[in-house]
């Protein structure tokens, strides 16, 4: 017997469908990417810097379908602008509302302006693109971009849903996740050509630091959540969350960049391309299966109680 | 300047504030009747749910929703749950709270969810663009979306608007106007906490040892989004209502949130500024 009111939800269950996972998803893999290319760009050597101008096409590609997804997820998408009617970062809807605004022309232009140093932008729209301050949309879009990437397992953790809300880490497991991705889609374009296996080495390095984190996290996250993480870790999304989002996301890809990290040449292109697939597509199925399995966790009853009981908060 | 902005743009001065108005729902004198509901239906035109049988005693409406904004619970219990009583039915008339610190607005990316003159919590249906985020941020479960493609303002946030229109014109609300037995009490908030604080001592006068004010500034269920100004004598534990002990408001761990977030980020661009730069 139910402890509530027969056994009906608490809170309501979430109308978000999956454009909101795949956006999660996108604009955390073109912030990461973002940030991953400025850092080689900022600290890395000569060979490092040129896998940096594919992190700037990696980021803007997948910017392209993120507001669009956004907008389909309204329930009245003809008033998206609505949330640029008022700044109120409080809100992290309003918050993500305006990064994603202001980050995507800054990833294009920086974009841009790789292809137009590279002689790939010509004529007037490749002389305006030289004109973009490089250094500062580095360091402005690497601020942004990592708000991007932040703000989207906050935004989920603000509301009274179990599953999203009980532990504190939700945040950095899909900032994590975010990073993981973005960094393994710079080492995808990479691993295609001409990039030196020293420089290949230091980015599975990163990637390989980005996915201990985000496993680390998620361990955190797992325990904090305790019983409430129940929907996730059994029933219908534990299969896309152990064998997709752990196994082929984290565990797989740790164990491909220790073998790769001794290899050279083809080897060390295939293995980490290998691993940077198995990050990317885990990356989607920790944000699809924690975003669905969030649905099931606002009707459970008791989970709400306990994340609204009055003792130990 | 500033004023000169505003004709322009056409904004209009917010009305002055008003002395705070709400619902008192005293579940004791609560007959089930589901009059509220029904007035309710009818004075916002709310479109009815369909004739779905829950089996769950003579509640058939199940949840507050996008076009249920008044809704009677109907809790029967027996000796063996612990009532003290052979038998007895709890009924209660739940309906949107409009928290103090009210975790819809608090979320609302647009500022379509607005505390109004009255201090009441109201969602402006031309602002509002369907984003979602109020509906799992109510810790009640009382706001939700309307489909995308239904006949009723489609695609919009929908809750008790304290009968805002009625309000404006002096009137009291549907709801509360429609109650035969002054289970719902409408007005002045300090006045029916006055009352409220009365009735409490006559019932536990009379040995309701479980009767409970829940929403008033002093109740632990104000920790967070503070006192509502739809609050409620309860005959029994708020659990047994679906009530959260101590609602919660999500801004509270918000900074600890980002904080994680905000750590791992600049681990990682440490991490990488250390790689890269580590040549050779
Ligand atoms: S009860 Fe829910 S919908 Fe009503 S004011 Fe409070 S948070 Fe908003
Ligand atoms: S659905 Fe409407 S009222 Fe609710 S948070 Fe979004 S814009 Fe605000």
């Known amino acids: 017997m139910a402890e509530g009111y027969y056994d009906y939800p608490v809170v309501k269950r979430p109308v978000w469908t999956w454009e909101v996972p795949a956006y999660f998803w996108l604009g955390g893999m073109a912030a990461g990417a973002y940030v991953t290319a400025s850092l080689a760009q900022n600290f890395g050597s000569a060979d490092d810097r040129r896998v940096a101008g594919g992190g700037y096409y990696v980021a803007a590609a997948a910017l392209v379908p993120c507001a669009p997804l956004l907008v389909a997820d309204l329930g009245r998408p003809d008033r998206f602008h609505h949330m640029l009617r008022i700044f109120k970062p409080l809100s992290p809807m309003n918050l993500g509302a305006w990064t994603l605004t202001s980050f995507t022309p800054l990833a294009f232009a920086r974009a841009a302006s790789h292809a137009a140093s590279t002689g790939l932008l010509r004529g007037p729209l490749g002389a305006l693109a030289r004109l973009v301050p490089t250094r500062l949309a580095e360091l402005a879009g690497g601020v942004l971009g990592l708000t991007l990437a932040g703000y989207s397992g906050v935004l989920l953790a603000a509301t ?4 999203w809300a009980r532990s504190k880490l939700l945040g950095g497991l899909f900032m994590a996740s975010a990073l993981a991705s973005g960094s393994a889609a710079v080492t995808l374009q990479a691993g295609r050509g001409g990039v030196p296996d020293a420089t290949l080495h230091r980015l599975t390095t990163i990637e390989s630091a980005a996915s201990a984190g985000e496993m680390a996290i998620l361990t955190g996250y797992l325990v904090q959540s305790g019983k409430t993480a129940r929907p996730l870790t059994t029933g219908r999304f534990s299969a896309p969350f152990w064998l ?67 003792a130990g908060r | 300047m500033i004023d000169a902005y505003r004709r322009m743009m056409n904004i209009e001065q917010p009305p002055a504030p008003k002395a705070a108005r709400g619902f ?49 619970q109907f809790i029967e219990q027996a000796k063996a749950n612990g009532s003290g009583q052979d038998q007895r039915w709890l009924m209660m008339s739940d309906v949107c709270k409009h928290c103090a610190n009210a975790a819809c607005l608090e979320a609302c ?5 607005v505390r109004t003159e009255y201090g009441t919590v109201y969602v402006q249906q031309d602002i509002c663009n369907g984003c979602g985020f109020c509906v799992p941020a109510c810790p009640f479960g009382v706001i939700d979306r309307t489909p995308k493609t239904g006949h009723f303002e489609a695609g919009t946030a929908h809750k008790c608007t304290l009968c805002y229109d009625r309000l404006k014109d002096d009137m009291t609300p549907a709801c509360a106007k429609s109650c035969p037995t002054a289970s719902i009490q409408f007005g002045e908030i300090d006045e029916l906490r006055a009352n409220a604080r009365r009735r409490l001592g006559e019932l536990q006068a009379r040995g309701e040892s479980k009767a409970r004010l829940y929403g008033m500034p002093d109740g ?18 708020p659990k047994t209502y679906n009530l959260p002990e101590v609602p919660r408001l999500p801004r509270k761990t918000m900074a600890e949130r980002y904080g994680w977030s905000a750590a791992v980020g600049i681990g990682f661009a440490l991490v990488g500024a250390l790689v890269f730069g580590r040549r050779g």
């Open chain 1, 160 to 163: 009274n849903v179990p599953l």
């Open chain 2, 220 to 237: 632990q269920e104000a920790a967070e989004v503070g006192p509502l100004h739809a609050f409620f004598l309860l005959l029994d534990e």
């Open chain 2, 109 to 113: 990316p647009t500022g379509a969810l």
């Open chain 2, 24 to 72: 008192f729902t005293d579940t004791s004198l609560c007959i089930g009747c589901k009059a509220c509901e029904v007035a309710c239906k009818q004075w916002n035109q709310l479109p009815a749910d369909g004739f779905a049988m829950t089996g769950n005693s003579y509640d058939n409406t199940g949840h507050l929703g996008a076009t249920t904004w008044r809704h009677v």
């Open chain 1, 244 to 310: 997709g989002a752990v196994g082929a996301g984290m565990l797989l890809p740790l164990l491909l960049h220790r073998v790769a990290g001794r290899r050279h040449g083809r080897a060390l292109r295939s293995l980490s391309s290998a691993a940077a697939l198995c990050t990317i597509a885990g990356s989607l199925a920790l944000r699809w299966s924690i975003f669905e399995a969030g649905k099931v966790s606002s009707e459970d009853q008791a989970a709400s109680f306990e994340l609204s009981g009055g």
